[in-house]
């Protein structure tokens, strides 16, 4: 009798447990899958245990590594803003800079690719695209008309007031060199025999000798080292506008400095360079809206005392012009200095194949 209420109790046992786990599976099927199961993980399948895929944005995106170079000077203030953020690394790519003092250290590394993107005087693009038969590639204009004629006296007041002085400048075979013997052979100046001309290595030389100057001296210089001079020597004066002497001629203006690329780097990092110009746009917009902090990048970066920087970017026409704007702006100043002297471009006139289009 024992064993038969000990055989019931147990089979009650048996059914009980059985009836207890019915009822809890059927309340984890029917219970809302939306409340038990978190929005940012996946629900897991019974009996699969591998772990869920990770979604596209969990994997951070790889900064491409580029080596910029500028010179040190205006074309230099238009980057500024991408150099600060990619020293904080909140730029699009991973940047190199180098910000060297004549175009002369660069050229060689741009050609070879080393450096793939640079900012230049507006002619040695001409003359390198002649050079390298389309080696490098025109992606847009970063800076107009920077320069201006100072002297520490009063006899220079128009440009004829030039002829039989001595002119104190800077880049040979580059923009300045030619955009001065274009301004003076305009106005009835042979360059060659009517004055001396004396080019030195850097506009900081240039600079230095004019803030020291005690006699009637006379340089052309560009922004922001005329206003280091102005600061410096209370005789100097500027004299004359280039810019405006130049569009007084003709109907073209002065374009300074450009952005370049190596042509073989382009075609096989398109939406890195693309991505360099995107950013590139910004800084020069923040360039000539945010002037104080500009400055003080350009102290920050050693291009120039934040004290002559604040000064000197209002006049510094930095510009984004790219696409027709770019090639607009660039053949008609281009043809000016082929029509004065052709080895100033290189030899000959770039094809539309010099231009970048995005």
């Known amino acids: 009798m024992k064993r038969v209420i000990a055989l019931l109790l147990a089979l009650a046992l048996v059914f009980g447990a059985t009836a207890c786990g019915t009822k809890d599976n059927k309340t984890n099927d029917t219970a809302p899958t ?22 596209p944005t969990e994997t951070p995106a790889v900064r491409a590594e580029v080596n910029v170079a500028v010179l040190k000077g ?13 020293e904080k690394e909140t730029s699009a790519n991973d940047y190199t800079f180098t910000v060297a003092g004549s175009a002369d250290a660069i050229v060689g590394s741009v050609i070879k690719g080393d450096i793939p993107i640079a900012a230049v005087p507006c002619n040695l693009a001409a003359t390198l695209w002649n050079k390298t038969s389309g080696g490098v590639t025109l992606l847009g204009v970063n800076t107009l008309g920077v320069l201006y004629i100072l002297d520490t006296g009063t006899s220079v007041q128009s440009v004829a007031d030039l002829k039989g002085k001595t ?13 001065l013997r274009y301004l003076l052979s305009s106005n009835g100046i042979d360059p060659d025999k009517d004055v001396s001309i004396v080019l030195l290595s850097e506009a900081s030389e240039v600079a230095a000798k004019m803030a ?6 006379i340089a ?30 003709n109907d073209s203006t002065v374009v300074t400095g450009v952005i370049i690329a190596n042509s073989k780097y382009l075609a096989e990092n398109k939406a890195t360079v693309d991505a360099f110009l995107d950013e590139y746009e910004k800084s020069t917009a923040f360039a000539t809206s945010n002037v104080d902090d ?15 920087a604040k000064k000197a970017i209002p006049y510094c026409n930095i510009v984004y012009k ?22 100033s471009v290189g030899g000959k006139l770039p094809d539309d194949t010099f231009f970048y289009k995005r």
């Open 167 to 179: 002119i104190y400048a800077t880049g040979a075979g580059t923009t300045p060199e030619y955009t």
């Open 212 to 217: 020291s100057a005690d006699g009637d001296t």
């Open 74 to 86: 205006p074309t230099a203030i238009g980057m500024l803003k991408l150099m600060d953020e990619d």
């Open 294 to 308: 500009t400055a003080a990048l350009a102290e920050h970066f050693d291009i120039f005392k934040a004290a002559v």
């Open 220 to 249: 052309m210089l560009p922004m922001p080292f005329v206003i280091s001079v102005l600061s410096q020597n209370e005789k100097a004066r500027i004299a004359l506008d280039v810019t405006k002497e130049w569009e007084a001629k």
């Open 322 to 343: 790219a696409g027709d704007e770019c090639r607009a702006a660039v053949n008609p100043y281009l043809q000016v200095l082929f029509d004065a002297n052709k080895d």
């Open 34 to 55: 939306q409340a038990a199961t978190p929005t940012t993980a996946a629900t897991p399948t019974p009996g699969d245990d591998k772990p869920a895929e990770p979604t």
